[in-house]
Nanobody, 124 residues
């Protein structure tokens, strides 16, 4: 069974940090590139970051470069998104997803499996 479960969201103030986690079943993790996407109220789902299966190649949306970092723990089948210096415009539901290949990509239609999402709210 393919399963992706996000956690770590919450309500934080501007400038704070959060780390999101995505626990994946083996089939959804092994050999696959993975990514994070987000959807703010009234907006389409947007690309945030992605990472390759091997080698640590990463790709970020311009809006999060220098503030967010994507990583993965192979021993735990878990994907992470470290988010620093959070801004109100980062408020969204964050989704992790499994790519059909092993490389990072911003294209949503290349991702086969998706989690249910975790809410991140940045507000003073």
């Amino acid at each position: 069974q393919v399963q992706l479960v996000e956690s770590g969201g919450g309500l934080v103030q501007p400038g704070d940090s959060l780390r999101l986690s995505c626990a994946a079943s083996g089939r959804a993790f092994s050999g696959k590139g993975m990514g994070w996407f987000r959807q703010a109220p009234g907006n389409e789902r947007d690309f945030v970051a992605s990472i390759s299966w091997i080698g640590g190649s990463t790709y970020y949306a311009d809006s999060v470069k220098g503030r967010f970092a994507i990583s993965r723990d192979y021993s735990k089948n878990t994907l992470y998104l470290q988010m620093n210096n959070l801004k109100p415009e980062d408020t969204a539901v964050y989704y992790c997803a499994t790519h059909r290949g092993s490389y990072p990509s911003p294209r949503q239609n290349e991702y086969d499996y998706w989690g249910q999402g975790t809410q991140v709210t940045v507000s003073s």
